[in-house]
């Protein structure tokens, strides 16, 4: 993902946000990413972060304190 588009379409603010947060690649839990992106809701974040999942963008790994999230790329 490049940042600026997401398939044929313009990233919206929520994808946008999501981008910069995990670009760093650091690790970050669902939670995590839900607490760093407070003017958005739960529901948002959970259904991009599922809609990106589906599509391989990123994936969810279990662990101890969560599921992680991460680019697959």
């Given amino acids: 993902m490049n ?3 997401a398939g044929d379409r ?3 603010g929520v994808e946008r946000a999501l981008v910069d947060l995990l670009r760093d690649r650091s690790p970050r839990t669902l939670d995590d990413v839900v607490e760093m992106l407070p003017k958005d809701c739960y529901a948002q974040v ?3 972060i599922d ?3 589906r599509e391989g963008v ?3 790994l279990p662990g ?3 599921y ?3 680019f697959t790329n």
Wanted: proline share 5%; no cysteine; glycine share 10%.
């Fill in 68 to 70: 992680r999230v991460e």
């Fill in 51 to 53: 809609r990106w999942s």
């Fill in 46 to 48: 959970f259904l991009t």
């Fill in 64 to 66: 101890p304190a969560g």
């Fill in 10 to 12: 313009a990233l919206n």
């Fill in 58 to 60: 990123v994936r969810l």
């Fill in 3 to 5: 940042g600026e588009r």
